[in-house]
């Protein structure tokens, strides 16, 4: 299944989730993302500035609550020396998931932002 062919999650689900993104853009994806995060996978393509694009697939535990921990492994070019793990809270990784979406809406292409990958990397903490 592909981004634009999510169904957006029940409204149950959303509504726990809803205080913690009050800017309206968010919102109005937030069914979807949920929906991904429901999934508990993804596979994209990790685009590379003047070269080409690295293949990913990401994996993670499911919970219902947002301030539960996820944790997400990533594995690039299926290539077992270049997985990474992270631990976050449901809500933050949510909010990673809506930025794929409107980077896929936007762009066509699956993949996380650069302040997802700059906390993968740890250059963040």
Not at 11 to 28: D, E, F, I, L, M
Not at 84 to 89: G, I, K, P, S
Not at 98 to 106: D, P
Request: aromatic share 14%; charged share 20%; glycine share 6%.
């Amino acid at each position: 299944m592909t981004i634009d062919k999510l169904q957006p999650a029940p409204s149950q689900q959303v509504n726990v989730y809803a205080p913690y993104y009050p800017q309206q853009g968010k919102k109005s994806v937030l069914p979807y993302a949920i929906s991904l995060y429901q999934r508990g996978a993804l596979e994209g393509e990790r685009k590379i500035e003047g070269g080409e694009s690295i293949p990913f697939v990401a994996s993670w535990n499911i919970s219902s609550l947002p301030a539960d921990l996820t944790r997400l492994r990533i594995q690039f070019d299926g290539n077992s020396e270049l997985s990474y793990e992270l631990m976050m809270a449901n809500f933050e990784f949510v909010d990673f998931l809506i930025e794929v979406i409107l980077n896929f809406k936007r762009g066509r292409f699956t993949d996380f932002s650069q302040t997802f990958y700059r906390k993968l990397m740890h250059y963040e903490d």
